[in-house]
């Protein structure tokens, strides 16, 4: 196996070979029990993770948002009631975009 392979994205457990076809090597999960035990896939796509990369990237975009409300709720005034405004509108398109991925 010449490329690394990322854990389970089901359960967190180690990939294993089962087989090869015309287009490279099949893997799944080492449990069959676990729904990567039966949906293996190939290499290129068992590594794929476009939903939680698209989440990671959210939740950096988050963070700070995040961390300016908390200072907010933690009784740090507002400069003004537009950046008020500009907090709570960034938390919206965040919560809003992580739904439509989860809802993928």
């Known amino acids: 196996m010449s490329e690394t ?8 457990k180690e990939p294993v070979c089962v087989g090869f076809d015309a287009t490279g090597e099949v893997v799944c999960c080492e449990d ?3 729904p990567g035990g039966t949906l293996g896939g190939h290499v290129n796509v ?6 939680e ?18 200072a907010v709720q933690n009784g740090c005034p507002l400069p003004s009631y537009e950046q008020a405004f500009g907090l709570a509108n960034a938390f919206e398109t965040w919560l809003r975009a992580a739904k439509e991925v989860k809802d993928e």
């Not at 392979?5 to 967190?12: E, H, Q, Y």
């Open 53 to 70: 990369e698209r989440l990671v990237k959210l939740l950096r975009e988050a963070k700070g948002t995040i961390e300016q409300l908390r």
């Open 5 to 12: 392979l990322k854990p389970c994205p089901f359960c967190g």
């Open 46 to 51: 068992w590594n794929s993770r476009p939903r």
């Open 32 to 34: 069959p029990a676990c």
